[in-house]
């Protein structure tokens, strides 16, 4: 499936270390969410980007930082990891803030 | 605080029974409201949002604004239903997002 890009598919870390999660959008998608969804519960909003500022952010310590690039692509960085980071990590770009967003297939971070 | 509540986390029908999939909400302004699904082994994708009034795959859902609600209904269940589905909301500005735990629906042949 095409459109939304993340990579890597898979990754484990240990505690106390660093990640950084990639996301290509489609072309034309001027907003990146990320979401940070922990087994059997629904995807919890990390934060958005727009036109590579950060537009919004949910409850997140600031150990959660992103970046947005011209070229569509987006990053999502985690220090000092904590067992409780294990997750699935979804990115989901849009066409603009109130359009309908694309999600991909998420990357799976394991903290040993 | 703004939060999506699923209470249902499994939900099973028949094949061609009607089916509803609760959604309730709780958020300080005036919401979008959406639903997702996750079809087994595929993304998580949109299926609806309440501003467009639609119906998807026979699917439709009303905001409720006096019951804080926003249920998806769907009078005949096919076994292609089944899936989990989500239920989102966003503030206005589209900056902020909430999503429900999810139901997981099973269509019973």
């Known amino acids: 499936e095409t459109g939304v890009t993340q990579s890597p598919t898979h990754l484990i870390k240990t505690r106390g270390q660093q990640v950084t999660l990639r996301c290509s959008s489609q072309?034309?998608?001027?907003?990146v969410s990320w979401y940070q969804q922990a087994l059997g519960q629904g995807p919890q909003f990390i934060f958005q980007?727009?036109?590579?500022?950060?537009?919004g952010r949910g409850n997140f310590p600031p150990r959660f930082s992103g970046l947005q690039f011209p070229n569509y692509s987006s990053e999502l960085n985690v220090n000092a990891l904590e067992l409780d980071d294990s997750a699935l990590y979804l990115c989901?770009?849009?066409?603009?803030?109130?359009?309908?967003?694309?999600f991909g297939d998420g990357t799976r971070l394991s903290i040993l | 605080a703004q939060r999506v509540t699923q209470p249902e986390k499994l939900l099973s029908v028949f094949k061609g029974a009607p089916v509803e999939l609760k959604c309730n909400y709780s958020?300080?302004?005036?919401?979008?409201l959406f639903w997702y699904v996750q079809y087994s082994r595929q993304r998580l994708q949109l299926l609806l949002r309440?501003?467009s009034r639609e119906s998807i795959k026979g699917f439709t859902a009303d905001l409720n604004k006096g019951e804080t609600s926003f249920h998806l209904k769907k009078p005949f269940a096919q076994e292609e239903d089944s899936a989990m589905y989500y239920c989102?909301?966003?503030?206005?500005?589209?900056?902020?997002?909430?999503f429900g735990t999810g139901t997981s629906l099973t269509v019973i042949p």
């Open positions: 309440h501003i």
């Open positions: 989901a770009s849009s066409y603009d803030r109130d359009q309908p967003q694309h």
């Open positions: 072309s034309g998608h001027n907003t």
């Open positions: 980007y727009y036109r590579e500022e950060e537009n």
């Open positions: 989102a909301l966003s503030g206005f500005s589209g900056n902020q997002f909430y």
């Open positions: 958020y300080s302004g005036s919401p979008e």
